[in-house]
């Protein structure tokens, strides 16, 4: 099937491509496919769970920005679905979340540190 073989190829591409222009084709693609064939993405919803992170912390603001389109709706199909594994994913994206958080909140107050010893 052409839809399953674009989707694994998607999750590849992502997974292992260095390529910016292929990570944004592979995050965009399975943005799509959430929202189109909803019964193949729910198949390998927990490979799409296991690398959309990287594609969150990307250097590249579109990829960030599709990867952000690309979770949103996987967390709508999910949503959707009766399914143990709901809560477990999202609790993933909770701590996932929380990570970046803490991240960026360090790297806000180095940069406020910086910033003080610069006016001084």
């Known amino acids: ?25 592979a995050i965009l693609v399975l943005k799509e496919l959430a929202e189109n064939a909803p ?3 729910y198949v390998h919803v927990a490979s799409f769970f296991d690398l959309v992170w990287s594609a969150l912390r990307d250097n590249s603001d579109k990829i960030r ?15 959707m679905r009766e399914n143990r594994l709901r809560l477990q994913w999202y609790h993933k994206v909770f ?17 406020q540190s910086n910033s003080m010893l610069i006016r001084a």
């Not at 590849?12 to 390529?19: A, M």
């Open 1 to 25: 099937m052409v839809v399953e073989f674009e989707l694994k190829r998607a999750l590849e591409w992502l997974q292992e491509d260095k390529h910016e222009l292929r990570r944004y084709t």
């Open 39 to 41: 019964t193949l993405f």
């Open 65 to 79: 920005e599709g990867a952000v389109e690309a979770l949103r709706a996987a967390l709508v199909l999910i949503s």
């Open 95 to 111: 701590e996932e979340a929380q990570k970046v958080t803490r991240i960026n909140f360090r790297l806000y107050n180095q940069l």
